[in-house]
C-alpha cells in the first residue's frame, strides 16, 4: 500500500438529496434487513436546498473507524453503520492512484480503517428524512472510495440496510420502493420512475414546524405499529398496491388532481395508523392539522387540487404546488397565517430558492403585513394569525440524485490528516 508510507489519506466527498414519501413506507417485515410491509414511492428534493454532504477517507494511518456528524463525533457501534460498512467493505475492489502514488489491493479493505464525516444542510432526526440522506451519502461515498462495481439498484439494497427511505434517495425524481419477496431482501430495491426533468413544473414548499428531535424514532414506532396497529395491516394489504399503481399512473401523466388527492389520502391514512397504534404516535401538532385545514378548503373553494400536503413523522408541513404560479399564492397564504416573529427578516424565514417571495410580490415584512385574508377565508370571521409557529420555510423543488464534489474544498475532513475540518 503506496511504497509502504503509512501517512497518505485517500478521500472521497459526495451529497446526497432527502426524499419525501407520496406513498408512505410504515412498518417493517424484517427489522434486520430493514424489509418493509409495502412499496413506497417518494419524490427527491433538491439537493441545493435539502441535502447530506459527505466525506469519507481511508489512510493506514488511521486506528478505527470514525465517524462526526454536523462536527460531533458520533458512535459506528450501531448496527445499521455496521451492516452497510460489512456489506461495503465484503464488495470493494483494489483502487490504483498514479498522482498519489497509493495502491490499494481487494484484501487490504479488511484491515483498513475509514473515517466519515457528515453534515446535513436542514434539521437533524426532526421529520425530514435526514437519515435517509445521511446513509444513502455514506453509501454512495464509500462505494466511489472502495471501487464498488455495483450499479445504483444495488447500492440502493445496501443503503436500505441502514435507514429504509435511504433506498429512495440514490436516485433523482421520483422513485419507488419495490418491497420485493425474498427473505434475504435480495429484491427490495430502489427503481426510478421518471427523473427530475420530468415534472419539472412542481414546486416545494416545506413548513419547518419543529426542528426538535422527534420523541418517538421512526424506528420505534413503525415496530410498534406492526405489533399493535389492524389498520396498518389492512392498508398494507389492500389499499397501498391500488394506490401505487394509481401513483404511478398519475406521475407519468402529469395527472396533479389525482397525485394531490392520493399524496394527501396517503399521508392521513399513515397518520391514522399512528394513532390506531397502542400507545398512540403523536408526529403531527396543532400547526400540522391548521396547515391541511387551509390547504383543504383552498382546494375546495377551486373546485380542484392545487396543492398537495404530506407529513412523514414528525410534524413538518411538505407542500407540493402544480406550478410555480399556485406556489407564489401558497406562499402568500402561508406567510398571512404565520407571519414572521418579530423582528425576523424575510429572506431568513423564507429559504432556499427565494425568487418564489419575488414571484409572490413579498420583499419586505411589510408586504406580509399587507397580505389580505385569502378568498376561501369565511366573511366576517377574524382571521387568526401565528406568528413564531412555523420556524421556516423552504421553497424548493424536484431534485437529481447524488453527486460526487471533485472541489477539495468543499471536503470536510483534513487531505492530510482525515480529521474534521
Keep these: 500500500m503506496a511504497n509502504g508510507l503509512q501517512n497518505w489519506v485517500l478521500m472521497v466527498t459526495a451529497q446526497t438529496p432527502t426524499n419525501i414519501a407520496v406513498i408512505k413506507y410504515w412498518g417493517k417485515r424484517d427489522e434486520t434487513l430493514i424489509l418493509p410491509v409495502n412499496d413506497s414511492i417518494s419524490v427527491t428534493l433538491d439537493p441545493e436546498h435539502l441535502c447530506t454532504t459527505t466525506t469519507v477517507a481511508v489512510s493506514p494511518s488511521f486506528e478505527n473507524d470514525r465517524m462526526w456528524l454536523n462536527g460531533k463525533e458520533i458512535s459506528l457501534s450501531g448496527g445499521r453503520f455496521q451492516n452497510c ?10 483502487v490504483d492512484d498514479e498522482d498519489k502514488g497509493i495502491h490499494i489491493k481487494k484484501e487490504d479493505w479488511d484491515r483498513l480503517h475509514v473515517h466519515i464525516a457528515s453534515y446535513n444542510n436542514f434539521p437533524t432526526a426532526a421529520g425530514l428524512a435526514s437519515s435517509a440522506a445521511g446513509f444513502a451519502c455514506l453509501v454512495f461515498s464509500l462505494a466511489k472510495l472502495m471501487n464498488l462495481k455495483e450499479d445504483q439498484g444495488a447500492l ?11 433506498c429512495r434517495s440514490l436516485y433523482g425524481g421520483f422513485v419507488k420502493w419495490v418491497m420485493g419477496n425474498d427473505d434475504n431482501g435480495s429484491d427490495s430495491i430502489a427503481v426510478q420512475l421518471a427523473n427530475e426533468a420530468h415534472w419539472d413544473d412542481l414546486v416545494i414548499i416545506i413548513a419547518v414546524v419543529s426542528s426538535q428531535q422527534k420523541e418517538t424514532s421512526s424506528t420505534t414506532g413503525m415496530r410498534e405499529s406492526v405489533e399493535t396497529s389492524a389498520l396498518l395491516h389492512h392498508r398494507a394489504q389492500e389499499v397501498v398496491p391500488k394506490r401505487i399503481l394509481q401513483m404511478e399512473e398519475a406521475i407519468r401523466t402529469h395527472d396533479f388532481p389525482s397525485f394531490a388527492r392520493l399524496t394527501c389520502a396517503d399521508s392521513n391514512q399513515f397518520h391514522a395508523v399512528c394513532l390506531d397504534t397502542c400507545p398512540p404516535i403523536f408526529y403531527m401538532n396543532d400547526t ?7 390547504v383543504e378548503k383552498w382546494n375546495r373553494s377551486a373546485g380542484t387540487p392545487q396543492v398537495a400536503y404530506t407529513f ?7 407542500l407540493i404546488a402544480r406550478n410555480r404560479e399556485v406556489a407564489s399564492l401558497m406562499l402568500q397564504r402561508l406567510l398571512f397565517y404565520f407571519p414572521p416573529p418579530p423582528a425576523t427578516e424575510l429572506t431568513s424565514y423564507v429559504l432556499g430558492d427565494k425568487s418564489i417571495l419575488k414571484d409572490a410580490g413579498l420583499e419586505m415584512r411589510k408586504d406580509v403585513e399587507a397580505l389580505s385574508p385569502p378568498p376561501e377565508t369565511k366573511d366576517n370571521i377574524p382571521s387568526q394569525k401565528y406568528a413564531g409557529d412555523v420556524s421556516y420555510f423552504i421553497c424548493t423543488r424536484p431534485g437529481r440524485g447524488p453527486v460526487l464534489l471533485a472541489d477539495e474544498s468543499q471536503a470536510l475532513l483534513h487531505p492530510e490528516t482525515g480529521l474534521p475540518k
Excluded: K, M, T
Design 85 to 94: 460498512l460489512r456489506e461495503i467493505r465484503c464488495r470493494a475492489n483494489s
Design 156 to 166: 440502493s439494497a445496501i443503503a436500505r440496510q441502514g435507514s429504509g427511505s435511504a
Design 288 to 294: 400540522s392539522h391548521r396547515i391541511i385545514s387551509y
Design 312 to 318: 412523514d413523522a414528525g410534524p413538518n408541513a411538505v
